[in-house]
């Protein structure tokens, strides 16, 4: 039976549909539910406003004053908190307690979850799942991006759907970003061409746009791309953008600042600008608003977007469109709510059923939504994401997590997927009532019902012959047992790895 319309929908707009959720959509109707969508207001619905305010996250630590081992279930209460506030915790001579220093990483993975999850604005979660990627930090490398990642979190919320130059403008000047590509120490003697190349290369132009290192190549006007005397000048352009860490002032709050003295004042040239260095903070300004406008900028942005929602090989006519509703909204406050609606409502995209494979974070997602698990956030969901390839927040080069399918179908990392799926349902893992695999009707009571069911709820229309029959002779397996397994469902662990081979399914896989 062909994907329909409404699922394509929620595999692509939202982390999978939850129970329900198809025939809702049909009833509200799909234009109705993308302008919801493309215009959250701001903040959590409240619901999941309420799962993140309870939830509890375990921290563990030595008490160095005591020698104690130390075992807490804390709120994430670190999530609000301002980069004044939260910049103490990176310092080891104020905290030497590492798992401190960690926890407001932590609390972020474990909020993506739960917004992930259970989350009514499904489409902005979604797209802060691409922004995370395109602007990708390591919060596992350095402790001052790990303690002011809930900051940069908030940054890919607040633009989400917003306007592309607010969004690079406040990625530029973020502590996590500034440290993340070294220009935190770049100055005017040592210009570093670090975050100058990746900003081109990776956030904006794009690496097809990149002209080489051969000075012949290099265009002045920079319309048709950029080459390395672009990249130096651009660094140059950016010395003097810091953090106050309390190395070049007396200010230590790990916020932005800009220190004149280290700024390069001599003329520069970059992108077909002219810099004459005496503009301060202000020619950084201008650099990322001819960045931001730039057509090369904008076909790069919409080419992503198109890979993301439609294809690993993306039409080439729906680019070119993308690109144009980028330009032409390139001003606007919903800009990117405006890339993305051309890009959902158009033909290629209704047609484009089977072309997308879940990344390891979109799987446990989808498998969480489609079970309706209730979870408290804990460390192995994203030590599973780790195990599948794909560690949150923490990908080891600049360039992101790959967008296509081919990264995410070798066979270690479909074992790892398939043991996830099960891992899931531990409670020791994740503290979750093995119960919950309910609501399981109690007339599902043999193993054709509880293969209706489940197949129903986790693959919907997807499901073929072929998988329902794998299914079906799985749940007479001696592993599972037949129908006598599912008379006492709620108890056994036979709903559990049954449940868990569902979500194993290839259909699953795809979005």
């Keep these: 039976m062909p994907e329909s319309f409404e699922t394509l929908v929620l595999n692509r707009l939202a982390f999978g549909p939850r129970p329900g959720d198809v025939a809702a959509l049909r009833q509200q109707g799909f234009q109705a539910w993308l302008q919801q969508q493309l215009a959250p207001?701001?903040?959590d619905d409240p619901m999941t406003a309420s799962m993140v305010a309870t939830a509890r996250l375990p921290i563990l630590y030595t008490d160095p004053a005591t020698g104690d081992f130390v075992v807490q279930q804390l709120p994430l209460s670190h999530l609000t908190r301002s980069t004044q506030q939260l910049w103490p915790l990176q310092d080891f001579n104020q905290n030497p307690i590492l798992a401190r220093t960690e926890r407001p990483r932590e609390e972020v993975r474990s909020a993506t979850f739960i917004r992930a999850a259970y989350g009514t604005y499904q489409l902005r979660e979604v797209m802060v799942h691409f922004w995370h990627n395109h602007f990708t930090v390591n919060a596992e490398g350095d402790n001052r991006i790990a303690v002011t990642l809930p900051v940069y979190d908030r940054i890919m919320r607040a633009n989400a759907l917003g306007n592309?130059?607010?969004?690079?403008?406040?990625?530029a000047k973020s502590t996590a970003m500034l440290y993340y590509l070294n220009n935190a120490s770049s100055d005017a003697s040592h210009p570093d061409e670090n975050y100058a190349r990746e900003l081109m290369e990776l956030h904006t132009l794009g690496i097809d746009a990149y002209l080489g290192r051969d000075p012949a190549n290099h265009d002045p006007s920079g319309n048709t791309g950029y080459s390395d005397v672009d990249v130096l000048e651009v660094a140059r352009v950016l010395t003097g953008w810091t953090i106050a860490d309390g190395r070049y002032t007396s200010l230590n709050n790990g916020t932005f600042i800009f220190t004149p003295a280290r700024h390069d004042t001599r003329p520069k040239r970059a992108l077909g600008l002219i810099f004459p260095g005496n503009e301060g903070v202000q020619e950084g300004e201008r650099l990322l608003d001819r960045l931001a406008r730039h057509p090369l900028t904008a076909r790069f942005i919409a080419k992503?977007?198109?890979r993301y929602f439609v294809s690993d090989n993306p039409p080439a006519a729906l680019v070119d469109r993308a690109a144009q509703a980028f330009l032409?909204?390139?001003s606007a406050p919903n800009q990117m709510a405006a890339v993305v609606h051309t890009i959902v409502t158009s033909a290629e995209f209704a047609?484009?059923?089977g072309q997308k494979t879940k990344d390891p974070f979109q799987f446990m997602a989808s498998f969480l939504r489609g079970?309706?698990?209730r979870f408290n956030p804990h460390g192995r969901l994203w030590e599973n994401l780790k195990a599948m390839g794909r560690p949150q927040f923490a990908w080891g080069t600049p360039a992101g997590a790959p967008d296509v399918g081919a990264a995410w179908t070798n066979t270690n990392s479909l074992l790892m997927r398939w043991n996830a799926a099960f891992m899931v349902l531990e409670p020791f893992n994740y503290g979750i009532n093995r119960d919950q695999v309910a609501p399981?009707?109690?007339s599902v009571n043999s193993a054709q019902a509880a293969l209706d069911y489940w197949v129903e709820r986790l693959l919907g229309d997807k499901a073929t012959a072929e998988t329902r029959n794998a299914l079906l002779a799985y749940a007479n397996s001696a592993e599972i047992g037949g129908s006598a397994a599912f008379v006492d469902h709620r108890r056994t662990?036979?709903?559990?790895?049954f449940v868990s081979a569902v979500g194993s399914a290839p259909e699953f896989q795809l979005r």
């Excluded at 592309?164 to 990625?171: H, I, N, P, S, T």
């Excluded at 662990?493 to 790895?497: A, I, M």
Aim: proline fraction near 6%.
């Design 493 to 497: 662990l036979s709903l559990w790895r």
């Design 304 to 306: 992503k977007l198109v």
């Design 440 to 442: 399981t009707p109690a």
């Design 351 to 353: 047609a484009s059923a």
């Design 328 to 330: 032409s909204n390139v």
């Design 371 to 373: 079970t309706g698990l």
């Design 41 to 43: 207001p701001a903040g």
């Design 164 to 171: 592309f130059r607010a969004l690079l403008g406040q990625v």
